[in-house]
């Protein structure tokens, strides 16, 4: 279920170049990795980035039993939550391992769950085979993502928006039909929010030591090796530490009651002043 359609702002927007060879990585496809000068784009978080993140595969869970079916599955306390609560949520296997890191959005009566496009089809799976007597419908909408950051959102249309953080920044997510794509990317360009590719916008998720699954983890990666997962304080991450049994909580719950983590992802600044290769 991978989105194999690549987006419509690579022929409309000015300079959009897709990833080239080296950069050719599943969660990159689709998209521009730039429009002539990264180095640049990256700088635009400080006044306005306009970032294409319709690659991203958005799913939609909705019925009377969708909050409580989600709250079973997933890290993040959904039972209970408002009308535009967003945040970040993850599937773990029996031993606590990362399956699946999504983020999560409600409107109205449902639910919006958007995740990379390689893990999308095994996270759709997931969720249709633990349907069983719950009063749940499933589907793959055409809604695709475009993120703002560093600027307030213009009143540019589309679905629904939300917003997360990200970093030093606060991201906002306008959900939009991929029919309409060009016409809401053009009308936030034109508020003078410069258009910013995947791979400015990957610098910054790093920084923010945001992990892309398939990309900074493994299959032996649990919820504390990314510090930035775990609830702490006033921040909602993708793990609660006060909700109801879900798979793969005692795990969560042992390290962090007990025990550290094996590892820990971290930051490494390579600045190219070595001789030799790390």
Known sequence: MTNNSSSPLLETVPGATPPGDTDQHPTHMGVAWHYGNPLTEQRHCATGALVDRSHRTVIRVSGPDAATFLHNLLSQKLDDVPDGFSASALNLDGQGRILHYLDVTKVKDAFYLDISAVDAESLVDYLRAMVFWSQVEISVTDLGILSIIGAEVPDVGGEFSRQLPFGA?????????????????????????????????????????LPERSLDLDDKSIPHEVPALINRGERIAAVHLDKGCYRGQETVARVENLGRPPRLLTLVHLDGSAPTLP
């Open 169 to 209: 920044w606060v991201r906002h997510d306008v959900f939009v039909p991929r029919g309409a794509l060009v016409d809401v990317a053009k009308r936030i360009i034109e508020q003078e929010i410069e258009p910013m590719g995947l791979m400015a916008y990957t610098a910054e998720r790093v920084r923010a030591g």
